[in-house]
């Protein structure tokens, strides 16, 4: 419609200048409208007294400021009205036509794949009406753009898309060509993070407009895709592993469908969910046991469902390094306690925790259990650095603040802020606020706010209860299900006493709470991370009766205790702690690798040598030496590319001169062609930014016909400037016909006629 | 008589049943099976972390009662509350004044991890009693056997032993255990003698003329159930005040009862 008032595109109107073409001076034509307008006026007062009463006052008004429209709009066009806009000489210009080819184009919509959405127009005579305006110049895009001589060469099979490089490429390549315009066909999906910066202003720069084409839905209309999996990067071997799994879904709102996770061919767990509303995110966590010691690629998966258009969606994987060696906890008690006992024997089966305890039996013995060495806490607790910190955590259980001394008060901070370790203090007559820990210099790192009172330790009864946060903790999860987890809580047997452990701090978590007497709920555990480490505090110090006064299989007990000494040092760094963003490359080459080194007393180690060596798929074997970070003292870093497909084994050795300072694993893995089966719905968001910001368009495939016509509108390449009449467009004639017979219908009916 | 008065009357026994009841499971339960009573501490009432259990067994041959007076019950309160306020003396642990009364069909019996029976020469349990038993041990619980003596009583208490744990056996306890060290180190071990030596000039009863330190352990070599055969050590908490009874009796009962009680904290 609108091509046929104005005869021209929009894009006519929208690029070009406003001219007047008329050998006249353009201050005649402001005058002649100006002395018509006034002289039409004149007249009509004038006759006023002989015309019909009917047409006077501001129906006289009326019809005069028709006139004078008519008369501005004929004599602006004896003036010849045009717009001035620059075209790409035919023959002489380059277009460049880029067409996606990666494996997301293979995707079947209607029947139809997206290639074939792509290809079926642009073979349907666009190429043939771009040739004989252009050069054409043809390329499939995939990680790169790539010249090819037809459409049939087209296989959907590039492993991803990188359009930024394969513009940018594409833009270099032409850099001594007259290039009027790019045409990308492509669904946007895009697995490089988008088009940078540079890429579009160097084609601003050269002001060639990228005209996009969007094939492909914007959403799928049956699909289910695994979105996120966010698992831990290391777990100690046997312990429980948490992974929050992220998925979206269409067409399959309130269906059951099976999240699981396998270690190689074997499930290791698997749990029912109900797909949620149509198009939300929906967050579910999945608990399974990290096994033995090893790097271990564990998928994770939603099983297909019937009629999904996308089935290579719903799987993928992520790497946990499962770590060996036992992970040493100080437990120091000040007196003989059930606790005591009972704790020792939930985690003795734990091969990933070893327990070693400093027991006062009298108060001048102690007495010393899972010691390495005969002298080994000979002295009671630790007054030295390294003694401590050779711990990777801690347990307070009922002693008074005065029996360790000020240096020992600050040796317990800096572990948990300094060497990252995990601290749990218990309930107890001598503890907490009893104790005196509430005015101490630890009261910081705790997760509470410990009451500055007496009379807090109760040896009474109280029945236990989970909060919403403990949902997703690890620590008390006896159940797989939350909602059983939460019963199994609610039913376990009363505590043997209880202690009012105050206010919990901001950022603190509460995990569960007691009901003394069915009174108020109040804080049982409460945890936080603090600095490096992590503290606890565990309003009771009966347990035990879940041990006693259940059934003798039932391991609540075990498994709660298990899961809290884990969570306790699971995270405790050693010396050399190396990382890396994302371990998981997908259709990516480059990881950077760092390694956090510290001392004995677990300072910044910044006088080291740090080695990387690299043992990569094949055979391949690297070493790498690290170079320490300008800012931050410890930390040594390197950029490394992968070279192949396939899974990395780097370890990274810290040395002073001739001895170890420590040394750590991590491990990468590289998939291509994963990226490209994700988020496949048409990015048209980009298309269209990428369009607007280059001065292009954003095309639907079906509105192609009109696209060499449209593209030849551009001010990169050769140009030249066309004048486009606009007075004898149908829209001038309807709008001065327009004009007249309103004037001519308001005389009849005001009966003037 | 008025209905009024059969009202009240009524009423009252009500009251006296319920007032009787609410006392069961209290440490005022089995008064008229004291044997030696002794003063009720002022801090009775006070709970602790440790509480010395007393079980109350049947006896093989008159219920609850054995020759002439009480098995379960020998000794007590007398000796539960003088081991009580050594406990309380020489260790941290923080020990209820008073000692409780269990019995094995009881809901509270797993709320004490260490109970003391005494006089088990004449023990004996129903096969739910035993299984009950089987169950407090596996879990983690702790006994300490006393006052019986030689091969008479002690077939009796193996009898009733059987039933508890058919497929375990008892063994000695090695001196280097650490049930002998983890408070006191008791190397010089003797055979401690019950108040009869008084009347009879002889330390040992029956045919049981050595002492027998003995056990019966879990998978994993710990002890669950100290058997102090051929020695009364609670006679020697019961009369430790006496002017006649022989002070490294009581000394060595004293300890290892201390050495029991740290020991089923610790293991």
Redesign the interface.
Known sequence: MFEFLFRYPRSVFTKGDLVLLGSWPVWLLGVLIVAGIVGLGWLMRSRQSEAVGSIKGWRSLVLWALQSSMLAAVLTLLWQPALLVSTLKPQQNVVAVLVDDSQSMALKEGGQARRDQARTPLQAGVLDALSRRFQVRLYRVADRAERIKALDTLTAQAASTNLGDSLKQVSNETAGLPLGGVILVSDGADNSGGVDLDTITELRTRRVPIHTVGVGLEQAVKDVELSDVQAPARALADSRIAAQLTFEQRGYEGRKAKLAVRDGSKVVAMREVTFGKEGNWQTESLLFNAGSAGARAFKFSLDLQEGEENQKNNSTERLVNVQDGRRRILYIE?????E???V??AI?DDKSVKLV?L?????N?F?R?GVDQPTELEQGFPAKVEELFGFHALILGNVELNYFSPTQQELIKSFVDRRGGGLLMLAG?NALSEGGWAKSALAEVLPVILPERKGTFL?EPAAVQLTGTAIDSLITRLVEQPGANDERWRKLPQL?DYQDIGTPKLGAAVLAEYTPGGRARLPLLVTQNYGRGRTAVLGTSGT??W???Q??EDQTHEVFWQQLQRWLVTETPGPVVASTPRQMLFDESRARLSADVRDKTFLPAADVEVEARVLGPQGLTERIKMKPDAVTPGLYLTDYALPKTGSYLVEFTARRGAEEVGRDVVTLQRQDGVAENFRTGQNRELLEKLSQQTGGRYWKPADLNRLADEIALSEAGITVREARDLWDLPAVFMALIALRGTEWWLRRKWGAV | MGSRRVSALVLLGFCTISVLLAQRGTVRDFLDEEDNPAPMPADAQEPGEYTFARLRYTSKRNGYWGRGGGAWSTDWPKADRQFVQGVRRLTRVNARSVEQVVELDSEEFMQYPWIYATEVGRWDFTEKQAARLREYFLKGGFMMTDDFHGTFEWSVFYEGLQKVFPDRPVVDIEDKDQIFHVLYDLKERFQVGGIQMFFTGRVSENDGYDAKWRAVLDDKGRVMIAICHNMDLGDAWEWADHPRYPENFASLAYRVGVNFIIYSMTH
Do not use: D, S, V
């Open positions: 000040g007196e003989p306690r059930w005591f006992k009972f020792r024997r003795e305890t027991l006062r039996t009298t108060q013995k007495y259990q007559r040896r043997a035990w009766r041990q006693m006064q059934p003798l």
